[in-house]
T-cell receptor, first 112, second 108 residues
Framework: KAGVTQTPRYLIKTRGQQVTLSCSPI?????VSWYQQTPGQGLQFLFE???????NKGNFPGRFSGRQFSNSRSEMNVSTLELGDSALYLC???????????FGDGTRLSIL | DAKTTQPTSMDCAEGRAANLPCNHS???????VYWYRQIHSQGPQYIIH???NNETNEMASLIITEDRKSSTLILPHATLRDTAVYYC?????????FGKGTRLSVIA
């Protein structure tokens, strides 16, 4: 069974640009969550989607947004990139919000 | 979500059992105890979770105290590939809150 797939694996952008990251959940999983991991702040929750609806949102500025499609695939977008947005962005999926989450290996975003 | 406390680091000899403790004294009745680990450059890997009873799967065992204020993750025969950061979390129907975890080093 394929795991959570995140694309691209690596991305380099410059300040002020925007970026879209993609996540394909495990087949049958309808809940998708996004996390940001940095050396200083560790793993922080960004948002959670279930059946195309955002259920929870972490404490991040409005430049961070996401969505989920009818096939459960999800995207997150970051606009007006800042140097501090350099991080590993992780996607996790589960059958439902109260079930164990399974993570992808992330997209490493570097801002120059 | 309940706050958890874990030791910063631990060492374990290869082939021995690794016992990783976690305190979650403010856990709510509907919150599960979850354990994940993260090996360098990879996403966190789900290990095991439990509510009240002890749990075992192919990776590990989870021992939860009767008052649910603490738990222990047991890797029965640690290998070098078990070297990772181990995270303990308490979560109900809410997002996972990762702390700093325990850095387990398995030594040959």
């Amino acid at each position: 069974k394929a795991g959570v797939t995140q694309t691209p694996r690596y991305l380099i952008k410059t300040r002020g640009q925007q970026v879209t990251l993609s996540c394909s959940p495990i087949s049958g999983h309808r809940s998708v969550s996004w996390y940001q991991q940095t050396p200083g702040q560790g793993l922080q929750f960004l948002f959670e989607y279930f059946s195309e609806t955002q259920r929870n949102k972490g404490n991040f500025p409005g430049r961070f947004s996401g969505r989920q499609f009818s096939n459960s695939r999800s995207e997150m977008n970051v606009s007006t990139l800042e140097l501090g947005d350099s991080a590993l962005y992780l996607c996790a999926s589960s059958f439902a919000p109260d079930q164990p989450q399974h993570f992808g290996d992330g997209t490493r975003l570097s801002i120059l | 979500d309940a706050k958890t406390t874990q030791p910063t680091s631990m060492d374990c000899a290869e082939g021995r059992a690794a016992n990783l403790p976690c305190n979650h004294s403010t856990i709510s009745g509907n919150e599960y105890v979850y354990w994940y680990r993260q090996i360098h450059s990879q996403g966190p890997q789900y290990i095991i979770h439990g509510l009240k009873n002890n749990e075992t799967n192919e990776m590990a065992s989870l021992i939860i105290t009767e008052d649910r204020k603490s738990s222990t993750l047991i890797l029965p025969h640690a290998t070098l590939r078990d070297t990772a950061v181990y995270y303990c979390m308490a979560s109900g129907n809410t997002p996972l809150v990762f702390g700093k975890g325990t850095r387990l080093s398995v030594i040959a």
